[in-house]
């Protein structure tokens, strides 16, 4: 059984910065693409940032281009997103997910077979 594990949310300043992870098992890992959505209330769910299966790759959605950095660690099972200058327009649940095993990494978030539980960020401005 896949699980993901979402964690390091809170609430921080405009201008801060927040770590989160994303701890991986039921699958071999290293096979599978990652990626991080968000989603704030009232919205849809929106594509943040993904990565290959070896990290060579990575996309980037408009919005946080150049102050989000997203990186795995393939020998640990986890994948995560360094958010920095965040802005209050960052608020939202962010979701950690996975293609299925060989395919690549996309922006689209019908695309990703597995989930996890999502983790708050919240920032004040």
């Known amino acids: 059984q896949v699980q993901l594990v979402e964690s390091g949310g809170g609430l921080v300043q405009a201008g801060g910065s927040l770590r989160l992870s994303c701890a991986a098992s039921?699958?071999?890992?290293?096979?599978?693409?990652m990626g991080w959505f968000r989603q704030a209330p009232g919205k849809e769910r929106e594509f943040v940032a993904a990565i290959s299966r070896s990290g060579g790759r990575t996309l980037y959605g408009d919005s946080v281009k150049g102050r989000f950095t997203i990186s795995r660690e393939n020998a640990n099972n986890a994948v995560f997103l360094q958010m920095n200058s965040l802005k209050p327009e960052d608020t939202a649940v962010y979701y950690c997910?996975?293609?299925?095993?060989?395919?690549?990494?996309?922006?689209?978030?019908?695309?990703?077979?597995?989930w996890g539980q999502g983790t708050q960020v919240t920032v004040s401005s």
């Open positions: 039921g699958l071999t890992f290293s096979n599978n693409a």
């Open positions: 997910a996975a293609r299925m095993s060989w395919e690549i990494a996309t922006m689209n978030l019908g695309e990703y077979r597995y």
